[in-house]
């Protein structure tokens, strides 16, 4: 079992910088691929940025050039690094941890965190 908790989201002007944090409690975080995904209302929840246990990256195409995601295995923590943000990102972002273990999907969800991005 993987508990998720967010942190870093706020309220931002347009062009500014937010850091998000995923904690994650519970063992074996680093063999986990985590992901941060978003969602507005009324619309499905997408991939942002994804991180494997091996360090490999990919991002949504909206904002590559922008965001960047990391992890730091020793505090089981994942972070997304946000810049020019733009009001188009507002929306509740969530933390996620998924793993395969004897042929099963483990899937685990943060409760998210808001980021507004308005002047």
């Known amino acids: 079992q993987v508990q998720l908790v967010e942190s870093g989201g706020g309220l931002v002007q347009p062009g500014g910088s937010l850091r998000l944090s995923c904690a994650a409690s519970?063992?074996?975080?680093?063999?986990?691929?985590m992901g941060w995904y978003r969602q507005t209302p009324g619309k499905e929840r997408e991939l942002v940025a994804g991180?494997?246990?091996?360090?490999?990256?990919n991002y949504a195409d909206s904002v590559k050039g922008r965001f960047t995601i990391s992890r730091d295995n020793s505090k089981n923590t994942v972070y997304l690094y946000m810049n020019n943000l733009k009001p188009e990102d507002t929306a509740v972002y969530y933390c996620?941890?998924?793993?395969?273990?004897?042929?099963?999907?483990?899937?685990?969800w943060g409760k998210g965190t808001l980021v507004t991005v308005s002047s």
């Open positions: 996620n941890a998924r793993r395969l273990l004897d042929y099963r999907l483990l899937n685990y």
């Open positions: 519970g063992s074996s975080f680093s063999i986990y691929t």
């Open positions: 991180i494997t246990s091996s360090g490999s990256t």
